[in-house]
């Protein structure tokens, strides 16, 4: 059943430079989309894929950012996939960015069928469900959206791994207690790893991690400088404004 049009807001991103439309209950966009789309280091004329893309908060931020890229949104649930590409066309980017509804771990078959080859893409970002499935969320979007089972990074990353060319690179945002099962599900196949952490205030264990791999690339562990956002009295810090805000770019590479 569609959603009905009075349980569905437009709102702001990017300080207005994104306005989104995303259902009243369940669940909704936050810092985390935008913050992944910061640290994606794309170039115009290259190629992206958002996996678990929801209604295309990351992606079209990054299409934003980055004039001349070309961006797939990958939803399996067919009412936020609807979502992403109306919010698609409603920002004037429907030219460059497009919407599927496909399940992220459905074969490369199906991919290929939707129009995604397998090694196409320059970048793979995502935002993968990574909280327990213990007490699910009882709305089934939210649910989908935040809730894991053992496999789901490890299958998730296998779609990356596939989508992405042997020059490209993966980026994404999972929880700060969980880098070490992200690192080492990392471990075959990519090299060059970045990782930066998520802090919510100073002095405060990191709450996300933002993690960048190259494919087929060597080269050493990095843990660049987190990024703190907010200061001790619950202020937006400069950093943070930049990004969430006026839609920054994140040196998550170090470069």
């Not at 280091?41 to 001349?68: F, S």
């Not at 970048?123 to 939210?142: G, I």
């Not at 990004?243 to 470069?255: F, N």
């Amino acid at each position: 059943m569609p959603v009905d049009p009075g349980e569905i807001s437009e709102d702001a991103a990017l300080g207005g430079r994104l306005v989104l439309r995303q259902p009243v209950h369940g669940h909704r966009f936050g810092h985390d989309s935008i913050l992944l789309a910061a640290a994606t280091p794309a170039r115009p004329g290259e190629e992206a894929i958002e996996l678990g893309a929801g209604v295309g908060t990351a992606g079209l931020a990054l299409a934003r950012r980055v004039d001349k890229l070309t961006v797939t949104l990958v939803e399996i649930d067919p009412e936020l996939a609807a979502l992403a590409g109306d919010n698609a066309a409603c920002n004037g980017l429907a030219d460059r960015v497009r919407a599927i509804c496909l399940d992220v771990t459905a074969p490369a078959v199906a991919f290929a069928a939707a129009g995604i080859a397998t090694g196409s893409a320059n970048h793979v970002l995502m935002n993968p469900p990574f909280n327990p499935p213990h007490n699910p969320s009882p709305d089934r979007a939210r649910s989908l959206a935040r809730t894991a089972s053992a496999q789901t990074l490890e299958q998730w990353l296998g779609t990356a791994a596939r989508l992405v060319c042997s020059s490209g690179a993966i980026t994404l945002i999972w929880r700060a207690d969980g880098v070490g099962d992200v690192l080492a599900a990392l471990t075959p196949g990519f090299g060059a790893l970045s990782v930066m952490p998520i802090h919510p205030k100073p002095n405060a264990a990191a709450i996300r991690v933002l993690v960048h791999a190259a494919k087929e690339r060597g080269g050493p562990l990095k843990v660049v400088p987190g990024l703190v956002l907010a200061d001790a009295k619950g202020k937006p810090t400069a950093q943070a404004e930049a990004v969430l805000r006026d839609g920054a770019a994140l040196a998550l590479t170090g470069d």
